[in-house]
T-cell receptor, first 113, second 114 residues
Framework: AQKVTQAQTEISVVEKEDVTLDCVYE???????LFWYKQPPSGELVFLIR??????QNEISGRYSWNFQKSTSSFNFTITASQVVDSAVYFC??????????FGRGTSLIVHP | DAGITQSPRHKVTETGTPVTLRCHQT?????MYWYRQDPGHGLRLIHY???????DKGEVSDGYSVSRSKTEDFLLTLESATSSQTSVYFC?????????????FGSGTRLTVV
């Protein structure tokens, strides 16, 4: 079974700061996917990104970027120039051979104006 | 975007009573999932379905049962609710195991067992 560690329980930043959310995963499977989800204060879960284990290229989408390092089993998420609307709980979720995500405990990001 | 709806949105029930939560989808997706979310635990998988009448257990399935008699509906039943089952329950759907576009989650059901 896979395991995921989001060691940062809560991060507090001031608007326009850059912030990185860490995700370390463990899996015995050679083929797997990695997800990040956002849960704003309203409670819904929003899909952000999916990567597969064969694609280690970093991804950038606007102010969001993801750094996948297979050698260190990390899939970190960086928000550049944070905004108040980025305040949310962020979940990292690796899959294993069953392709069903195992969610981390989440990192609560608070962006102050 | 009402591709997936959960009902009820909120429910308060007494210990020992049966409770059924409903997840309804209009996307014709094959896979459906029930998760519970508790502080400090993230989301944990309860049960999932990979087709009509095909279901399997997740990591926290004790005390829960599920049924899927139609593609669009996935029911979660607490046979005899306990206070430890107070939680927010999320249903999710996906078109395939490769989950190219991620899971789509419902809005959640907040269940309180008193």
């Amino acid at each position: 079974a896979q395991k995921v560690t989001q060691a940062q329980t809560e991060i507090s930043v001031v608007e326009k700061e850059d912030v990185t959310l860490d995700c370390v995963y463990e899996t015995r499977d050679t083929t797997y996917y990695l997800f990040w989800y956002k849960q704003p204060p309203s409670g819904e879960l929003v899909f952000l990104i999916r990567r597969n284990s064969f694609d280690e290229q970093n991804e950038i989408s606007g102010r969001y970027s993801w750094n996948f390092q297979k050698s260190t089993s990390s899939f970190n998420f960086t928000i550049t120039a944070s905004q108040v609307v980025d305040s949310a709980v962020y979940f990292c979720a690796p899959t294993g051979g069953s392709y069903i995500p195992t969610f981390g405990r989440g990192t609560s990001l608070i962006v102050h104006p | 975007d009402a591709g997936i709806t959960q009902s009820p949105r909120h429910k308060v029930t007494e210990t020992g009573t049966p409770v059924t939560l409903r997840c309804h989808q209009t996307e014709n997706h094959r896979y459906m999932y029930w998760y519970r979310q508790d502080p400090g635990h993230g989301l944990r998988l309860i049960h999932y379905s990979y087709g009509v009448k095909d279901t399997d257990k997740g990591e926290v399935s004790d005390g829960y049962s599920v049924s899927r008699s139609k593609t669009e509906d996935f029911l979660l039943t607490l046979e005899s609710a306990t206070s430890s089952q107070t939680s927010v329950y999320f249903c999710a759907i996906s078109e395939s195991t490769t989950v190219t576009h991620g899971y789509t989650f419902g809005s959640g059901t907040r269940l309180t067992v008193v």
